[in-house]
């Protein structure tokens, strides 16, 4: 038997959110976030889920390059644009789109005539990357060149936090951007999507509700209608009773508070599993809930059995995925879904389901 570490793909959810994010921005273009290799999923994996979107957007060349050389013909937008100008004649070659966001890369492709399609980002207050609104006019007219596209984006800081004020000045920022200017404009990521309508613009932005996973803290994905498209197994490799007062794992972890039976699963932080999720982290053995216990180690961790009878080597474990939100995993390892997401590029095999 090889490690029943794996972490399974569902191309059928990915399209059931895809569905979901075009009955919330009816008629709006959607270029689909697909950085990070996928979030953890795969990037053309993701791509070819996700079939007839109006975008990629990825991080980096070589994420663009592995979409055109599986076949990929849609636009691919690189969301931090180039890191230095020997990159320029890649992104002509691969047809691929560029995020212009400081006045290095204004400078890099003022100097080429190519036409281009360029997407330039306005900083309307999260102040990570772009232009000041008022610097906007300057830069689009130093890009300008026959044949070629010129877009608006900006991105928005607290769309995820129900109410938060400073989307609506983001907003209002924009639009005096645009006042004057006939130009097609990109701003709302999932949460906006979801919740700011009047950020919708002619294209779409979504990440995270493509890959089923709800950018709100109190809302579930299920409320929204979405399904994980990512699910991460394993099994039980060990299976034991420890008497009361016995220590489990490294440093004692977990004290038994009475004799107990105490699995053990082949999942560990090499993995990608998060350290900081320790006791009472949910945990699914046999499709019973139940709960890690102690920290994971390296290649394993261990999982409480009281509440699972009759369980046996080789039973099926779900870290996170259907049944058991990874916004759960995420909370009870205080970070967020995004980063344990991002993970899984680090060692599990992959499992395709049918598309
Ligand atoms: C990652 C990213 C997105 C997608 O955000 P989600 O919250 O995953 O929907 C959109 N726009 C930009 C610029 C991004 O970097």
Redesign the pocket.
């Known amino acids: 038997m090889t490690r029943p570490a794996h972490v399974i793909f569902d191309p059928q959810a990915v399209r059931a959110n895809l569905k979901q994010v075009r009955a919330q921005a009816p008629g709006r273009r959607i270029m689909a976030?697909v950085?990070a290799d996928g979030y953890g999923h795969g990037v053309v994996r993701m791509a070819q889920a996700l079939g007839d979107v109006d975008a990629f957007?990825v991080a980096s060349i070589e994420e663009a390059v592995r979409l055109r050389e599986a076949g990929i013909t849609q636009p691919i937008v690189l969301?931090e644009g180039p890191f230095e100008a020997q990159e320029l004649p890649d992104i002509c070659g691969h047809r691929l789109e560029s995020v212009v966001h400081n006045p290095e890369q204004v400078r890099m492709f003022a100097a080429h005539p190519e036409p281009l399609t360029l997407w330039v980002k306005v900083d309307t207050g999260m102040h990570r990357l772009g232009f000041a609104p008022e610097e906007v006019p300057a830069v689009l007219a130093q890009l300008r060149r026959p044949g070629r596209t010129l877009r608006l984006m900006t991105?928005f800081a607290s769309a995820h936090l129900p109410g938060d004020e400073s989307v609506a000045a983001q907003l209002a920022a924009f639009e005096e951007v645009l006042d004057g200017e006939t130009i097609e404009c990109c701003c709302a990521?999932?949460?906006a999507v979801l919740a700011w309508p009047a950020s919708h613009g002619e294209w779409v932005?979504?990440?995270?509700?493509l890959y089923g996973v709800s950018?709100f803290r109190g809302v579930s994905a299920a409320e929204l209608g979405l399904r994980p498209a990512m699910t991460v197994v394993s099994a039980l490799i060990s299976v034991r009773t420890v008497a009361a007062g016995g220590g489990v794992g490294y440093g004692r972890g977990f004290v038994c508070p009475e004799e107990m039976r105490v699995g053990v699963v082949a999942f560990g932080y090499a993995d990608g599993y998060p350290r900081h999720a320790g006791t009472g982290t949910p945990v699914l053995v046999n499709g019973v809930r139940t709960q890690v216990i102690g920290e994971a180690s390296m290649d394993m961790m261990a999982v409480d059995l009281r509440p699972v009878p009759d369980t046996r080597v080789g039973d099926p474990v779900v870290l996170w995925g259907e049944g058991l939100p990874v916004e759960e995993i995420a909370r009870a390892a205080q970070t967020i879904p995004?980063e344990l997401l991002c993970r899984m590029r680090m060692r599990a095999q992959f499992i395709q389901r049918p598309s």
Not at 205 to 209: E, F, H, S
């Open positions: 976030i950085k957007g969301l991105h990521n999932s949460s932005r979504p990440g995270l509700m950018p995004y």
